[in-house]
T-cell receptor, first 113, second 119 residues
């Protein structure tokens, strides 16, 4: 069964600090991997998207990496801000039937002043 | 601005009383999805429409129905809501990342969600 597992489940950091969130997946074949940010009570918003041939993708203070061989991805947040407090969800699109996504359970990030 | 709109943002209903959630899009995307997301869980796909072609997930309860009268609108009908149906309901639309090519990379755009409370 295709799965996406994220760690840690929750994370608390101080404002200005960096952090890294992890995503491991077993989805195969693989088309692409996305990181979404979901604020409380809102829909997910796409941060980055990477195909299997891409190793890294940046969006401002967010940098995602992908190792398609080990099926691992990470999302690095630099110089965190209070507004970064949200759930970060790793989503993998299977190859072939690409209309359906496999979601991770998310990492709940809290940034404290 | 082109977007995915969900109404209402918050819906309160009574146990067993039918409720309809609405989604509209100005993106002219072929595919529309309905997800159910419970607290601290990943979104769970209920069904999706590819144009008028309806695709139900195998484990979606019969209590949940959907209608797509045109490209722009899609409705989620919950015929007899139970307490376990209280959740955030997310609508999403998608299109190929590279228009004109095979749909191997369907980027999904989510609406803000409707928070359903069942009393």
């Amino acid at each position: 069964k295709n799965q996406v597992e994220q760690s840690p489940q929750s994370l608390i950091i101080l404002e200005g600090k960096n952090c890294t969130l992890q995503c491991n997946y077993t989805v195969s074949p693989f088309s692409n991997l996305r990181w979404y940010k979901q604020d409380t009570g809102r829909g997910p918003v796409s941060l980055t998207i990477m195909t299997f041939s891409e190793n890294t993708k940046s969006n401002g203070r967010y940098t995602a990496t992908l190792d398609a061989d080990t099926k691992q991805s990470s999302l690095h947040i630099t110089a965190s801000q209070l507004s970064d407090s949200a759930s970060y969800i790793c989503v993998v699109t299977p190859g072939g039937s690409a209309r359906q996504l496999t979601f991770g359970s998310g990492t709940q990030l809290t940034v404290l002043p | 601005d082109a977007m995915v709109i969900q109404n209402p943002r918050y819906q309160v209903t009574q146990f067993g009383k039918p409720v309809t959630l609405s989604c509209s899009q100005t993106l002219n995307h072929n595919v529309m999805y309905w997800y159910q997301q419970k607290s601290s869980q990943a979104p769970k796909l209920l069904f999706h429409y590819y144009d008028k072609d309806f695709n139900n997930e195998a484990d979606t309860p019969d209590n949940f129905q959907s209608r797509r009268p045109n490209t722009s609108f899609c409705f989620l009908d919950i015929r007899s809501p139970g307490l376990g149906d209280a959740a955030m309901y997310l609508c999403a639309t998608s299109r190929p990342r590279v228009p004109g090519l095979a749909a191997l990379d369907w980027e999904q755009f989510f609406g803000p969600g409707t928070r359903l409370t069942v009393l």
